[in-house]
Structures are given as C-alpha cells and as structure tokens.
C-alpha cells in the first residue's frame, strides 16, 4: 500500500480520495474545514453506496476502502506521503502559499500534483525548492467516473516525475494524457471558449439556454449541452478559468462573457447554488 494526501475535501478532492482508497492507496484528506471534510466522507460514502447498487463494488468493499481514509486539518499531515495532491479552490493566491507549506511539511522525495484547471504549473512549482518534483495531475469531474487525467509538466518537472505520476493515472484505471504547461493547458482550453461563446449566443438572444445546448446534443452529439455542463463545473470556476487564460494569453478572444460575470456576482454558480442558466431543487 502507498500513501496519498489530498488537500481540499470539495468535489474534486473527496472523489480524488475515494479514487486512491478504491485502489488501495492509504489517503490523508486535509481541509481547513471540518464541515468541509464530514462532507467530504459523506460524499464518498455515498458514491461508493452508488457503485455497490449498480453492481460495480463487492458489498463490503465501501467500510474496507473508508477505513483507508483519514482526515486533518492542518497542511503538516501531508508527511509520510509519497504523493501530495493539491485539488484547492481555483485561485492562484492560495495554491502559491499551499505550495510554499507544502514545501517544508511533505517528504523531500515526494512528488507534489495540483489539480488545476488552468493555473501555471511553471509558477506554481517556482514556490517550492522543488520544482522538478511538482506536476500536473488534472482529473475531470466527477472523478470516480471519467477515466481522463490531464497530467501536465512545468518547465522544471522532471522526466521521473512525469514518468511516475503517468503511471500512478495509470494504476488507478484512469487514461493519463500528458500535456506542456500553457494556460488551461488542453482540455479547458478547448472547452471554456466554447462555453464563452454558448453564453455569448444566450446573452445576444440568439437562443435559449435550452436550444443552446439542444443544438449542441442533437446536432454536435454531445452528451451535455455547454450550458448545462457550465453549471454543472460552476460558473465562478468556469469564469476563473477563462480569467486565467486571457490574461495569460493575452487573446481577447478568451474574453469573459459580461453574463458570465453577471451571473456570478449574483450568485448564481450552477448546481451549487441552485440557480444557473437551469433551476435545480435542493
């Protein structure tokens, strides 16, 4: 059994966690908040019931990987780990002084991954003394189910570390597609101005949100229109995304949609908050 710690018990982390412990990993979930964390397991606890009714978990297999799942809430429980996965709030400010105390509190020949979206791995890694030991490790929501992990070099990562970080996606069922470090590297790249201009068309009375995203399955054959998967990922995240990739590119094409920055001032996120572009119940 190796071990594993994953900084930030939201979506993203507590399906990064359930993950590790299904295939055996000893996981340490670390979060600030502990209402953050008890959601967190009772997420996990949930998705691993899910997995057992659809007939794809053996019946006692949810309390064997629980049991593999610890919690803290201070960045020092990261020691003992062979690999530190960051899955914090997308904000630059906060993954820069993560990185910095993770520097000195993990192991020195453990590998340290961040699972943005979008952010420098380049400047992320430039905050450690470590920098050919920090990578990309981007999993796609929701993490149990998509097999996809974006696994990204900075400009100092190391070819061991690529080369075990690729094996480790690998060893967790996951598909790891390795990629260079420019802003929203691959798979937002793509997918963000396409949700950018899907608002853009709502927000010029083109169409409805709901013809929007029909257009898009019918005719494009995706299986979630643009929109609804905008509020599915949540739109201050999808704004921080485009963000991140306009003042990083310095194409104005990148542009954030002004509803786009509307909708989040007022709140209205997606799923989370119950409002988006499609009302959701509790």
Request: one cysteine or more.
């Given at each position: 059994m190796?071990?594993?710690?994953?900084?930030?018990?939201?979506?993203?982390?507590?399906?990064?966690a359930?993950?590790?412990?299904?295939?055996?990993w000893g996981?340490?979930?670390?979060?600030?908040?502990?209402?953050?964390?008890?959601?967190?397991l009772?997420?996990?606890?949930?998705?691993?019931?899910?997995?057992v009714?659809?007939?794809?978990?053996?019946?006692?297999?949810?309390?064997?990987?629980?049991?593999?799942?610890?919690?803290?809430?201070?960045?020092?429980?990261?020691?003992?780990?062979?690999?530190?996965?960051?899955?914090?709030?997308?904000?630059?400010?906060?993954?820069?002084?993560?990185?910095?105390?993770l520097?000195?509190?993990?192991?020195?020949?453990?590998?340290?991954a961040?699972?943005?979206?979008?952010?420098s791995?380049?400047?992320?890694a430039?905050?450690?003394?470590?920098?050919?030991?920090?990578?990309?490790?981007?999993?796609?929501?929701?993490?149990?189910?998509?097999?996809?992990?974006e696994v990204?070099?900075?400009?100092?990562?190391?070819?061991?570390?690529?080369?075990?970080?690729?094996?480790i996606?690998?060893a967790?069922?996951?598909?790891?597609?390795?990629?260079?470090?420019?802003?929203g590297?691959?798979?937002?790249?793509?997918?963000?101005?396409?949700?950018?201009?899907?608002?853009?068309?709502?927000?010029?009375?083109?169409?409805?949100p709901?013809?929007?995203?029909?257009?898009?399955?019918?005719?494009?054959?995706?299986?979630?229109?643009?929109?609804?998967?905008?509020?599915?990922i949540g739109?201050?995240?999808?704004?921080?995304?485009?963000?991140?990739?306009?003042?990083?590119?310095?194409?104005p094409?990148?542009?954030?949609?002004?509803?786009?920055?509307?909708?989040?001032?007022?709140?209205?996120?997606g799923?989370?908050?119950?409002?988006?572009?499609?009302?959701?119940?509790?």
């Amino acid at each position: 059994m190796k071990r594993v710690a994953v900084i930030g018990a939201g979506t993203m982390g507590n399906g990064i966690a359930h993950v590790f412990a299904q295939h055996n990993w000893g996981v340490t979930l670390v979060d600030v908040a502990p209402a953050a964390l008890e959601k967190g397991l009772a997420t996990i606890r949930a998705n691993l019931d899910r997995q057992v009714k659809k007939g794809t978990l053996a019946e006692d297999a949810p309390a064997r990987i629980l049991a593999l799942v610890a919690t803290a809430t201070a960045l020092e429980a990261v020691a003992g780990a062979e690999l530190v996965v960051e899955a914090a709030t997308e904000n630059p400010a906060l993954k820069f002084k993560i990185f910095e105390t993770l520097d000195t509190a993990a192991d020195p020949t453990a590998i340290l991954a961040t699972n943005t979206s979008s952010i420098s791995i380049t400047a992320i890694a430039a905050r450690t003394k470590r920098p050919a030991q920090v990578i990309g490790m981007h999993f796609m929501n929701p993490v149990p189910v998509m097999k996809l992990v974006e696994v990204i070099r900075g400009h100092a990562t190391s070819d061991a570390t690529t080369q075990a970080t690729l094996a480790i996606a690998t060893a967790l069922g996951k598909t790891p597609v390795e990629v260079n470090d420019y802003p929203g590297f691959v798979a937002n790249r793509i997918l963000m101005p396409m949700i950018n201009e899907a608002v853009y068309t709502v927000m010029e009375g083109v169409a409805t949100p709901e013809a929007v995203d029909t257009v898009m399955k019918l005719g494009m054959a995706h299986p979630m229109g643009p929109l609804a998967l905008a509020d599915f990922i949540g739109l201050d995240v999808c704004l921080a995304i485009l963000e991140v990739m306009h003042h990083g590119l310095g194409d104005p094409k990148y542009r954030p949609c002004p509803l786009l920055r509307r909708m989040v001032a007022a709140g209205h996120l997606g799923r989370k908050s119950g409002q988006g572009f499609y009302q959701y119940g509790e």
